[in-house]
Nanobody, 121 residues
Framework: QVQLVESGGGLVQPGGSLRLSCAASGSFSSIYFMGWYRQAPGKQRELVATITNSDNTNYADSVKGRFTISRDNAKNTAYLQMNNLKPEDTAVYYC???????????????WGQGTQVTVSS
């Protein structure tokens, strides 16, 4: 059973930084898509950043210039470096992976359990 394990959330002051990690358990020949989403209380889940296996990236306008998504294919891990954090970045952050392959076997898409990020003084 493939699982995504997230880490790195926590409480940080405005202007601070955090780095989130998301590791997929198992062995894969490729993972096409890795992404980060977030959901604040009373709001819908929204896209934060995505990266493909060709390193094509996409960011929400609200995080451009502050957040950086990256991946380590050897470790089946996605990262989200968050700098200059603002109170409005407070949310539960979820990792998503799609296009997980092991040889000719295609796994279903996976979501992480979520990690809380709180930006407050």
């Amino acid at each position: 059973q493939v699982q995504l394990v997230e880490s790195g959330g926590g409480l940080v002051q405005p202007g601070g930084s955090l780095r989130l990690s998301c590791a997929a358990s198992g062995s894969f020949s490729s993972i096409y898509f890795m992404g980060w989403y977030r959901q604040a209380p009373g709001k819908q889940r929204e896209l934060v950043a995505t990266i493909t296996n060709s390193d094509n990236t996409n960011y929400a306008d609200s995080v451009k210039g502050r957040f950086t998504i990256s991946r380590d294919n050897a470790k089946n891990t996605a990262y989200l470096q968050m700098n200059n954090l603002k109170p409005e970045d407070t949310a539960v952050y979820y990792c998503h992976m799609a296009g997980l392959k092991s040889g000719s076997f295609n796994y279903p898409d996976r979501w992480g359990q979520g990690t809380q990020v709180t930006v407050s003084s």
